[in-house]
């Protein structure tokens, strides 16, 4: 079964960074696309960044783009989130997700069936 583990999550100023961490065990790793998305009390869990098993592609969510850099090392079983220029609105518990379709990059949470228990990012202003 499946296993993720996020980590890097914390307190950081506006205008700061982040890099988050997640961690893949119980499969192939470099057989599973993965995802990040990210979620606020009450509200749907929103896409936040994809990268295909193999590396090689890469979605961003438009409001990311510039700012975030989502990269993995296969060898290392682990995923990244680079998050630059960080404002309060990026406030949110991060989740990473691993699917195994392999012939596109969902970006819809309903297309992932492995999920982490989330990190906390706070950006203070």
């Known amino acids: 079964q499946v296993q993720l583990v996020e980590s890097g999550g914390g307190l950081v100023q506006a205008g700061g960074s982040l890099r988050l961490s997640c961690v893949f065990s119980g499969g192939t790793f470099s057989s599973y696309t993965m995802g990040w998305f990210r979620q606020a009390p009450g509200k749907e869990r929103e896409f936040v960044a994809a990268i295909r098993w193999f590396g090689d592609t890469t979605f961003y969510a438009d409001s990311m783009k510039g700012r975030f850099t989502v990269s993995r090392e296969n060898a290392k079983n682990t995923m990244y989130l680079q998050m630059n220029s960080l404002t309060p609105e990026d406030t949110d518990v991060y989740y990473c997700?691993?699917?195994?379709?392999?012939?596109?990059?969902?970006?819809?949470?309903?297309?992932?069936?492995?999920w982490g228990q989330g990190t906390q990012v706070t950006v203070s202003s």
């Open positions: 997700a691993a699917t195994d379709e392999l012939l596109s990059v969902p970006r819809t949470h309903a297309n992932y069936p492995s």
